[in-house]
């Protein structure tokens, strides 16, 4: 066998060497032993399969990036330029600073979460909220959970457990991740009873199938889509008093909900839990993510016999909010209580309620700021668009804005590839900037954008494409 045929011999330090070196041991004492030793041994068998050797000081760099990977958070705060003001995988609606406050508050030590101050004894960690639900819906009762897919399967469970539970065929609603409510129903173990058809549902097909078996009549509210054309459903009202004929609870599922009448800022009415409980409804449930502007929960709310069963169920204790989400509900709902303040005070409400004129003026003077830290590598001009409010609320509706549309160098469509490598260099800067591609082009929905000053300063140093 030639020489030519043996491998070639590197030479690598050992892991104990590496851990001496200075460079290494600052790591050390910066992230912990336990991290920068697996970087450590990470780097060195990536390169002793590759047959790499490299300077001390390649090494230690490499170590010291591998170490800086494992300890940064995975879970940061990014800048949406989507397009979508309440999108679910990007955290749904931004907190107002009242309920980021209380929640720092409540957060570093304890709290009287479940401790009645006036008495001395155990309370219930639903009344931090539950004075002001009341108020602000009229219900005679309510209580929380973590979201509004929880309320809706507690909700089922206690009242309709082993029953039937009756729902027209055109609300057998899907949310986000394939969740579908005949699925729920089914968790709750309730058995469906569908009525009508896609788009026609009419009070005696409810009628008609009420049974001995039956618990409740089950209305969904069609928050994520619309059926138009030639429909027909059964007023909440009627429902309502069918359901009182035959002693049977009303239940509705708002999904989004709503506390505001939101027509008064200009966007399409959503019914409200107060409307709904008007109309004659038992139990109602919403979340306080969406459209509500608060942090991700389920709300319960209605007869106060019905939400002391709910209270009461063993899957309640499961579904439990902790202290820092009944922190930031209740620091939300307060600010409700003075509704011509809400569109300052309520992010998800003034980010919805934004003037396309102020947009396009925002977008004028941050647009000099992306074309220079893009350079020759791209073009960049403004664009009207069309925001969407997300999360499934009112789903047909859409909100005109401006965007800063950026397409490669060129002049013509550009390739995938090309929009992924921009899109990737915007997700790269210190705070990650998330857009969309549409049409060829990268798009900067700005409807989201607030902080222009933090903006222009992501982009003071040179693209990476």
């Known amino acids: 066998m030639s020489a030519v045929d043996f491998p ?19 790591l050390v004492s910066a ?14 068998a990536a390169r002793r399969a590759a047959r790499e050797s490299g300077s001390d000081a390649d090494i230690a760099a490499a170590i010291a990036a591998r170490s800086l990977a494992i300890v940064e958070p995975s879970l940061r705060r990014v800048i949406n330029l989507t397009g979508t003001v309440l999108h679910t995988n990007l955290g749904r609606a931004p ?3 009242e309920a980021i406050e209380a929640i720092v508050k409540v957060a570093s030590g304890a709290t009287n979460l479940e401790f009645d101050l006036a008495t001395g004894k155990r309370g219930d960690r639903d009344d931090h909220v539950e004075n002001w ?14 979201n509004n897919a929880a309320a809706v399967l507690l909700t089922l469970n206690a009242l309709a457990s082993r029953k039937e539970v009756i729902v027209s065929r055109g609300e057998l609603v899907e949310i986000g991740g394939a969740f579908r409510l005949p699925d ?14 896609t ?13 001995p078996r039956t618990a409740l009549l089950l209305k969904a509210h069609t928050s994520n889509y619309r059926v138009e054309g030639f429909t027909a459903s059964v007023p909440e009202t009627q429902l309502a008093a069918l359901a009182r004929e035959r002693n049977l609870p009303f239940v509705v599922d708002l999904g989004s ?4 009448d939101l027509s008064r800022f200009g966007l399409p009415h959503e019914p409200t839990p107060a409307e709904t409980l008007a109309h004659g409804a038992d139990i109602v449930t919403f979340s306080g993510d969406k459209l509500l502007g608060g942090p991700q929960a389920g709300i319960i709310v209605g007869r106060a016999d019905l939400v002391t069963r709910i209270k009461k169920n063993p899957m309640k204790r499961a579904m439990r909010c902790d202290k820092l989400t009944i922190a930031a509900l209740d620091a939300v709902l307060r600010l409700y209580a003075d509704p011509d303040r809400l569109a300052q005070r309520v992010p998800a409400i003034r980010l919805l309620t ?48 401006i965007a800063l549309r950026i397409a490669p160098q060129g002049g013509k469509r550009a390739s995938g590839r090309a929009l992924d490598r921009i899109a990737a260099a915007f997700r790269g800067v210190p705070v990650p900037v998330v857009g969309r591609i549409s049409d060829g082009a990268f798009l900067l929905d700005l409807r989201c954008l607030e902080d222009e000053a933090e903006f222009r300063m992501l982009f003071a140093g040179e693209a990476r494409l």
């Open 31 to 44: 992230h912990g032993r336990m991290v920068v030793v697996g970087a450590a041994r990470d780097e060195l």
């Open 184 to 197: 729920i129903m089914a968790r709750a173990g309730c058995k469906l009873r569908e009525v009508g058809t």
């Open 354 to 401: 934004r003037q396309p004129e102020d947009i396009a003026t925002m977008a004028e003077r941050v647009m000099p700021a992306v074309a220079k830290w893009l350079g020759a590598q791209a073009v960049v001009d403004m664009l009207p668009v069309q925001s969407q409010i997300g999360s499934g609320s009112l789903p047909i509706n859409l909100l005109p804005s």
């Open 199 to 211: 788009n026609r549902t009419h009070l005696t097909d409810y009628r008609d199938e009420i049974g």
């Open 95 to 97: 907190l107002p600073p």
């Open 257 to 260: 909900g709503t506390l505001a």
């Open 133 to 146: 639900l009341r108020r602000l819906t009229g219900a005679e009762a309510a209580t929380v959970v973590n």
């Open 8 to 26: 070639r011999r590197i030479h690598l330090p050992s892991v104990d060497s590496v851990l001496r070196w200075p460079a290494v041991d600052a």
